[in-house]
């Protein structure tokens, strides 16, 4: 395949965007995912005191791509589709970071997602910076030859940006292992090379690793049992909400029910679900994977349809899990959150609002970019795993990831009551530390 030309846009001015989405703050809240990442920043640069020079290096994306993907749809006509990658930061390491395919995708979302990884890399301490990307599409409407078309054309667009020692891109939202097996695909083919390490999260039989499908659910159930642990709380009869049954969403539902939880509400974009007595999470797979998604379990599993799925949030539950997506507890709801623990499956569903109200009433966060870590942590794995092509049984990952952890909650904690802020400000210091050494040590080119 020829080399194709990217659509590369100059740097948007973040900080000009950050003030103008600050300044259109509707009703006391914005909705703009990266204005609301950059305040989770500042929150630790405050406590940090890091100077304006260190802030100007670590804070606003690197490299923000968009191109444009013509598709050749089944009925012969062509479609065109956006894509973005944002690379954050590369202080510490290639970008890595997943790509979703959804329908809201856009700059700004991309960005703040970039920017998570950036951190989220940086406090579990693998060495890798941040990127993110995204294809504005609902994969649900295309056919399998059109997604691998969709999904080859963006890889192809974006050849001079990925690579194994560039940015390494992931499954994310609605993507998955045979999307990121045409992706490496495309690459291989491309270089005229077996190129496994360009992308994580690939089916094992394509040099994925062991453990991966499961690990983001796996990284937050340590971080769960962390707590726990920290609060002297007895996991048997816990109860538990999740909102999104995802990849997330449904591991967590089924390691945390093997812990003795009882989950008593579950949601995807179709409905949520409710059952005094426990939802049995593998009997909801199994209706997933035969059905496509959770549309008409109540029928099926006698269980109560919550009339408004945001409603989720509020069950009177110990432990709540947003699997989701952003902005999910604004200002608008975070009063009547109930749950004693709140476990960042997705990135970002908190806005700093709602962070500062759940703060005020006692909640317990495990931020994202600590609760989420075990996706990328694994994705780390397989990418050493690619490198050395040597494989690990799934006993090694399982054991790797644990101290991965179970070291990231304990540096993050240390910090919380060492600075007296909640964890998610604690995530950040632990993380910036980290980038800021980085980018200091490397210093500039010219
Ligand atoms: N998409 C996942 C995340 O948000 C995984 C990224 C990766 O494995 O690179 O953390």
Redesign the pocket.
């Given at each position: 395949m020829k080399k194709t030309k990217s659509l590369r846009r100059e740097a948007v001015d973040y900080e000009k965007l950050y003030e103008e989405t600050i300044k259109e703050l509707h009703d006391g809240e914005s909705s703009s995912a990266f204005a609301n990442a950059l305040k989770q920043f500042d929150r630790a640069a405050e406590t940090l005191k890091l100077t304006n020079n260190q802030v100007a290096v670590i804070k606003d994306p690197r490299r923000v791509v968009q191109v444009k993907l013509p598709v050749r749809m089944d009925d012969g006509s062509i479609k065109i589709f956006k894509g973005f990658r944002v690379q954050h930061n590369i202080a510490r390491g290639p970008a890595?970071?997943?790509v979703?395919f959804h329908p809201d995708v856009n700059e700004d979302e991309v960005a703040a997602?970039a920017f998570?990884?950036t951190y989220?890399c940086a406090v579990v301490n693998i060495p890798f910076g941040g990127g993110?990307g995204g294809i504005v599409v609902d994969p649900r409407k295309l056919s399998m030859g059109e997604l691998e078309r969709l999904a080859r054309r963006y890889f192809a667009e974006m050849m001079d940006i990925f690579g194994p020692e560039r940015d390494?891109?992931?499954?994310?939202v609605n993507t998955n292992p045979q999307i990121m097996a045409w992706f490496m695909d495309t690459y291989s083919m491309h270089h005229q090379n077996y190129i496994p390490g360009v992308v994580?999260?690939k089916p094992i039989d394509l040099g994925g690793s062991q453990g991966r499908n499961s690990a983001?659910a796996q990284g937050m159930v340590h971080c769960v049992h962390k707590a726990a642990d920290y609060f002297k709380m007895d996991l048997k009869g816990t109860t538990v909400a999740i909102q999104g049954y995802g990849n997330a969403g449904s591991f967590a539902a089924r390691l945390l029910a093997k812990d003795g939880c009882i989950i008593k509400a579950i949601s995807d974009v179709d409905g949520a679900f409710f059952s005094d007595k426990g939802i049995d999470p593998e009997n909801a797979c199994q209706y997933v994977e035969k059905n496509g998604s959770l549309i008409n379990y109540d029928k099926a599993a006698k269980v109560k349809k919550i009339a408004d799925p945001m409603k989720l949030l509020e069950l009177d539950v110990d432990i709540l899990i947003p699997a989701a997506l952003e902005n999910q507890i604004t200002h608008k709801n975070a009063d009547k959150v109930r749950a004693r623990i709140i476990a960042e499956c997705a990135?970002g569903p908190l806005t700093t609002e709602a962070d500062d109200i759940m703060e005020k009433k006692g909640t317990f966060i495990i931020p994202d970019i600590l609760c989420?870590?075990g996706?990328?942590t694994?994705?780390y794995f397989e990418w050493v795993q690619n490198r050395m092509g040597y494989y690990w049984d799934e006993d090694r990952v399982l054991d790797e990831l644990k101290r991965y952890m179970d070291k990231a909650f304990d540096d993050v904690l240390r910090t919380s009551i060492h600075y007296n802020v909640p964890m998610r400000t604690a995530a950040f210091i632990v993380s910036i530390q980290r980038v800021t050494r980085a980018a200091e040590l490397r210093g500039l080119y010219a």
């Open positions: 890595k970071g997943g979703r997602l998570w990884m989220k993110k390494v891109p992931a499954p994310d994580t999260g983001t990135n989420n870590a996706g990328v694994v994705s």
